[in-house]
């Protein structure tokens, strides 16, 4: 094994069984300055990390557990940093999970499910380069733009998998990703199904009938005890 790669090795170990902050000089503590943190910082900045990398390093374990009744789960999530300067990568991100808009690293992950096993199989990390500034005073405003949306990395990432030759059959997400255009790119054009969280206050026609007339109604208006 290289040098690289045993570095890649116990990075990801040290990842997975830290309980607080990981640094590389933490790492090189841990191996009794083996390798040290230089050695550490230079593998993580030598390149930027992609989507790519990530199936390349799984593919293997993935053909031995992959399945046609496969399933893709898409989750976000924000790390937050709050003490780092704003850039493309760290900015403000809503988290769902504390309610509010955070600094941090927004990260889009998709997880293969299949026979009882769960591995990583695409990512994308969430850029803003969009920058807002002030018409009369022409100052830089704090808020930031990405060039697509969510919804549209999430089919980039679908397509991805098809061209990896993945075998899946489902696609799992929260109500961020139940657009309609995701539902009909995984059902007419993947030929696949989908299963996606929908918010209560969602317009719905229960036929086709009730669509061309226009008649739509909230989800949490829906008697569901028939």
């Not at 929260?174 to 929908?198: E, R, T, V």
Request: a positive charge.
């Amino acid at each position: 094994m290289n040098k690289n790669n045993q570095i890649f090795e116990l990075y990801i170990d040290y990842l997975v069984t830290s309980f607080s902050y990981t640094t590389a000089t933490g790492l090189s503590n841990l191996l009794d300055g083996e390798i040290s943190h230089d050695q550490i910082t230079r593998f993580l900045s030598h390149k930027q990390f992609s989507s790519a990398d990530l199936w390349k390093n799984v593919k293997k374990e993935v053909r031995e557990i992959e399945s046609d009744e496969g399933v893709l789960i898409f989750d976000d999530t924000v790390q937050e940093k709050p003490y780092f300067s704003e850039n493309e990568l760290i900015n403000w991100h809503f988290d769902h999970t504390v309610g509010r808009s955070v600094k941090g690293i927004n990260l889009l992950n998709c997880i293969y499910h299949s026979n009882g096993a769960s591995l990583p199989v695409a990512f994308k990390l969430i850029t803003k380069p969009i920058q807002y500034s002030d018409i009369s005073t022409r100052k830089i405003k704090r808020k930031r733009k990405s060039e697509t949306t969510k919804n549209d990395d999430l089919i980039e990432i679908l397509k991805a998998c098809k061209q990896n030759k993945l075998k899946w059959r489902y696609v799992l997400a929260d109500s961020w990703f139940s657009s309609i255009g995701n539902m009909k790119f995984i059902h007419d054009k993947m030929k696949k199904y989908f299963l996606l969280a929908l918010k209560s206050n969602r317009l719905i026609a229960l036929n086709k009938e009730d669509k061309l007339q226009g008649r739509f109604q909230r989800i949490d208006s829906l008697d569901w005890s028939g």
